[in-house]
């Protein structure tokens, strides 16, 4: 009976007698690694909820101890700061809860897949570091479709009569809180959220092979975001990201093209305050047609060199079908409860218009 059921395991394969063996082991490793970092991601939600109310109540009986009173609108709008950045306080608020739920959940995923943070996170120098302009360059051209993706989603679920409630990242515009929102998004998100899908998740399925390892990370990414309107951004420069950090071997090249990402984001939130939405909207249009035009042409001009093709391939090599792999991962237990409570809250998005 054990045997039928390990059987089951690899019988998509068809594989030879001799290599049964082999191939139950490699899967059920598979499983195991995508189980942890299924339920350890999946702590992130009940973290993400329990610091937002104990850093509120901190942050309210520290106004009373200065104010000398407490009171439930206080409370209230210590939760509301939340999402907010506006002022200094609900930036810092924010940014001690986003480092929370983003620590929590990796410090679990080292603990339970046995790993110290320099196996799984390459912290070295930049490999050929001339091409990193080009690698920010492409970065950002595949976060310009995605752009152009969710434009389309919109419309289709304008059409249904739907239409998605995405947090507001509108940026502040006094000084100071625009300093500290500039490094929450430009370098405190950038570095986190790199950590823990680059390094940890990504270079802990590197040894099921290197396309399962960028898909998984990227749709995780990808979902961990919470609405569908950031899901294709997410997915898509996530799939960037995975390529680049195993072609730069450096988690920094990743954190740097992330930083670059949303930095360009905040230059066009903060065009659309002081000039309009028109200005803000030609700005970025025509920045996304330019680097989209210099992606395309050093990907061809490239793709003609028979080395160079081989490479970009050997970057996506898995040793098994990836529909095999990406079935095996996704179907265990955690990752499979992960990635449905995470579609949930996607959906949950939504709203009737």
Partial sequence: MRKNKEWKLVEDLDPDSHEVGRLIGFVKQLRSTSNIIGW??????????????VIAIVVSFIQMFFQGNLTGANMSKNMSDFGHYDTVLGIVQN???????????????????????????????????????????????????????????????????????????????RLAPMVL?????????????????????????????NGLAILVSALLF???????????????TGLAL???????????????????????????SYLSIYHGNAIGGVFYMGLGIMLFAISVSTFFLLRRQSAQRKHFLEKWYTPLPISFLLKKAISSLGMLVCIIVLVVVCLLSLRIV
């Fill in 95 to 173: 940014i001690i809860c986003y480092f929370s739920y983003m620590f929590i959940p990796f410090i679990l995923m080292l603990f339970f897949l046995r790993r110290k943070p320099k196996e799984v996170i390459p912290i070295h120098r930049i490999h050929n570091i001339r091409w990193l302009p080009m690698g920010i360059i492409f970065t950002l051209a595949v976060s310009f479709i995605a752009e152009i993706l969710i434009t389309y989603l919109a419309a289709a679920l304008s059409f249904l009569h739907l239409s998605v409630n995405s947090p507001d990242f509108t940026p502040p515009t």
């Fill in 40 to 53: 350890s991601l999946l702590s992130q939600q009940v973290v993400a909820v329990v610091a937002e109310i």
């Fill in 242 to 268: 995975g390529f680049f950090v195993l072609e730069f071997k450096s988690i920094w090249a990743t954190v740097i093209m992330h930083a670059f990402v949303n930095l360009v984001s905040t230059i066009v």
């Fill in 181 to 209: 929102y500039l490094i929450f998004f430009c370098i405190v998100a950038p570095i986190c959220e790199e950590f823990i899908f680059r390094g940890v998740i990504l270079h802990s399925l590197r040894r099921f092979g």
């Fill in 222 to 236: 990808g979902l961990i975001h919470g609405n569908l309107n950031q899901f294709p951004l997410a997915f898509c």
